[in-house]
């Protein structure tokens, strides 16, 4: 089978939306593989953050992302065969990864990585640029949103689900601040493409909003 036959199901959407979870769960319910694109520039962020390198050297950050050795396994994220599933998710870490995410050399560097997971019997992926960029193509295109306040509060009770602490009115001017960036960004900037489904999940359970995928992709993919 050509790749660009294989299915491709695309969930982008802003900060903090549920797009992760959500698109994790439907790659399980559909047996398809999975793709967490913003990991990919939250390991090269980790990277960069560890080594010091100066985020707004675009060329030291692209030969980052050039030689990431990394491995998905499941829900874990290995590094040099370090699980970095935890370290990548800190606020310092999702900060700098929406700065470098703005770098067009180090969009086009991770570019054939991420599509090298277009497999059988299927993909989902979610990021800000699947169905735009990566997979202009796809057989689903999901633009999954929430309140910005929603958002926040999502957020905030994952952090400290974990035991960090968090001020949610901080949460919530970064993610009206991270917002602004990804969708002014000259580089794949963040917008609902013509093509893709709106799914607001600002009163929707996780469940609730998997389920709406899933009657999406059957409507839309096996008629």
Known sequence: METGAIPVITIDGPSAS???TVAQIVAQKLAFHYLD???LYRLVALIAIR????????SAITNIALHL???FDGSSVQLNDEDVSDAIRSEEC?????V???????????????????????????????GSVV???????????????????RRYKQLIEKGINANIQSLLQDIYERDTRDSNRDAAPLKQEVDAKLLDTTSLSIEEAVNAVLRLYNKTCKN
Do not use: C, H, W
């Open 100 to 130: 470098i995410a703005g770098q067009p050399k180090v969009r086009t560097a991770l570019l054939q990585r991420q599509r090298a997971f277009r497999q059988l019997p299927g993909l989902v992926t979610d990021g800000r640029d699947m």
């Open 18 to 20: 549920g797009k992760g």
């Open 135 to 153: 997979f202009p193509d796809a057989s689903l295109k999901i633009f999954l949103t929430a309140s910005a306040e929603e958002r926040a509060l």
């Open 51 to 58: 080594s010091n390198t100066d985020s707004a050297n675009e």
């Open 94 to 98: 999702s900060k700098l990864a929406s």
């Open 37 to 39: 694109s913003g990991a």
């Open 69 to 71: 050795d990394v491995n």
